[in-house]
């Protein structure tokens, strides 16, 4: 099917969905559920908990969908309704940020680039392990665009705290991908 097909059906199908069709509504999610998904679990370790903050995202777009102003593509919008759940259930278990020592680390602010040949998902696997406050800074800097004020003001930290966390976890992810890399060769 081409595009300009899949484009059209979209914006058919939230139209749909705001009519209160229950077909278009349970198409609408299972469409995009499992995008949603993998955007719940880069913030979350656990699948249980990733499937429960899916469930509340999934609910809370069907609520909101008559504020989706691009109703051609309606994933990026998705996206940030599926991470900001993920930061509500995060924030609601416990406090996972650890303040800024100044004094102890000096802060990085380049880019990080990976190795060539690394694969995707491995990548995927070494940020799920991260620990839970590098996690969800990492996600929200290098994986949503996220500057670090407005990480600060969705997390609620200092936006040092939010620099320090992204430095800790580039620093660990570094070292994790150096030893794997050693183990493939």
Excluded at 67 to 77: K, T
Excluded at 156 to 179: E, F, V
């Amino acid at each position: 099917m081409r595009l300009r097909q899949l484009v059209p059906q979209a914006r058919d199908l939230i139209e749909r969905c705001l009519r209160g069709d229950r077909r278009a509504q349970r198409l609408f999610c299972e469409g995009h559920a499992p995008q949603m998904l993998a955007v719940c679990q880069r913030y979350l370790r656990n699948l249980e908990d990733a499937e429960e903050v899916l469930q509340n995202a999934l609910l809370k777009a069907l609520d909101k969908l008559a504020e989706l102003e691009n109703r051609d593509r309606p994933e990026p919008w998705l996206k940030r309704i599926a991470a900001r759940e993920a930061l509500n259930f995060i924030r609601q278990k416990r406090n996972v940020f650890v303040e800024l020592d100044e004094s102890s680390e000096e802060i990085a602010t380049g880019e990080t680039d990976f190795p060539k040949g690394f694969e995707a998902e491995e990548l995927m696997r070494l940020i799920r392990a991260l620990p839970m406050g590098y996690r969800v800074v990492f996600n929200l800097y290098a994986i949503e665009g996220y500057e670090h004020q407005e990480i600060a003001e969705l997390l609620g930290i200092d936006p040092a705290t939010s620099r320090s966390q992204l430095h800790k976890a580039r620093k660990q992810l570094q070292s994790q991908i150096q030893n794997r890399m050693l183990h493939i060769r």
